[in-house]
């Protein structure tokens, strides 16, 4: 996502933290020679975006045990009706709750979630074992076990942080997780649909949705998101940015939105959203080309978004 390689590239760097990229295809090899002694962790999500390339986790997985580093994922496209990564070998999950946990866009949050599988006293990790000032030299590891990380999360970096939600906003996200296996359901359904359109129609170059079987990532999909495989999918329009720019203006139902994981239907072009940010070299480098259109896919009738892009496909 364009947000958390700013995070991680720019601003996480300014303060001393660096981070060492992989492509999520890469080999366990690879992985491996990419860790540093001062290496602490692994990060990788579930289904990126806006590329929906699906992580392979039992490689990641063992890459993390080996090097005795916790292996984290970011699960916010998948939510945890269509993938629970931690039996598949993560040791942190978060989420960004705005998207579909929440899933009407009224409310910001995010969420940790530790499986409490991971050995904090491997010697790495001295703010966990070490006395804590704060708490009368309280060791988080000595007192809290196997829930260490999440102890010193909750009781030390949100006190001083304050990336806490309002109470209003946790009462927005508690609603929306109550319907959130009807609403992925669903997501899911219409964006297969809607790949499948797309694919078949002669105005669209390429199609990216791991739910179709011309998918690469086909067969993890299968693996790890038996249920569906999400609602968002990218697709490359011919005529490149200008004929997306064409396309976007046409439409009727479906919103040019940057925000997804909403029940309506939203649109964009990352490379002038999302991942503006990024230099043109990166952007390729991180699989935003011109021509790609990233949507969202809603809870509404499928024949009626399918009818919306039919109709905005032939006005270009």
Same mark, same amino acid.
């Given at each position: 996502y364009g947000g958390t390689f700013n995070l991680y590239d720019v601003s996480l760097r300014k303060l001393g933290i660096e981070f $060492? @990229?992989?492509?999520?295809?890469?080999? &366990?090899?690879?992985? /491996?020679?990419? *860790?540093?002694?001062?290496?602490k962790a692994i990060?990788? !999500? #579930? &289904?990126?975006?806006?590329?929906?390339?699906?992580? %392979? @986790?039992? /490689?990641? *997985?063992?890459?993390?045990?080996e090097l005795d580093i916790p292996f984290i994922v970011d699960n916010t496209l998948a939510t945890p009706y269509l993938c629970r990564p931690i039996e598949h +070998? *993560?040791?942190?999950?978060?989420?960004? #709750?705005? /998207?579909y946990a929440d899933g009407h866009a009224t409310s910001l949050g995010g969420i940790i979630v530790d499986g409490g599988n991971f050995n904090w006293d491997n010697? /790495? @990790?001295?703010?966990l074992t070490e006395p804590d000032d704060s708490y009368h030299g309280l060791r988080y590891v000595e007192t809290f076990g196997s829930a260490a990380y999440i102890a010193k999360a909750r009781a030390h970096l949100l006190r001083d942080y304050g990336c806490a939600p309002s109470p209003f906003n946790a009462y927005l996200t508690n609603l929306g997780l109550e319907t959130l296996h009807l609403r992925m359901e669903r997501h899911s359904y219409n964006a297969l649909k809607l790949a499948e359109f797309l694919e078949n129609h002669p105005r669209v170059e390429w199609v990216k949705y791991p739910g179709l079987k011309s998918s690469p990532y086909y067969d993890l999909a299968q693996k790890y998101l038996p249920k569906g495989q999400s609602g968002i999918l990218s697709f490359g329009i011919k005529g490149g940015a200008e004929a997306g720019k064409q396309l976007i203006k046409h439409f009727k139902l479906v919103h040019l939105v940057v925000h997804l994981g909403d029940i309506r #239907?939203?649109?964009?072009?990352? *490379?002038? $959203? #999302?991942?503006?940010?990024l230099s043109e070299a990166q952007q390729i480098k991180s699989g935003i080309l011109p021509e790609m259109i990233r949507v969202s896919i +809603?809870? !509404?009738?499928?024949? %009626?978004?399918? !009818?919306?892009?039919?109709?905005?496909?032939?006005?270009?």
């Open positions: $060492t @990229f992989i492509n999520p295809d890469a080999s &366990l090899e690879e992985i /491996k020679a990419c *860790a540093k002694s001062n290496t990060f990788a !999500e #579930t &289904l990126s975006n806006p590329n929906l390339v699906v992580l %392979d @986790f039992e /490689k990641f *997985a063992k890459a993390a045990k +070998g *993560a040791n942190i999950v978060i989420h960004s #709750t705005t /998207k010697g /790495k @990790f001295p703010e #239907t939203c649109i964009l072009h990352p *490379a002038s $959203t #999302t991942h503006r940010q +809603g809870i !509404e009738d499928i024949d %009626d978004i399918i !009818e919306d892009f039919d109709n905005a496909l032939k006005a270009v």
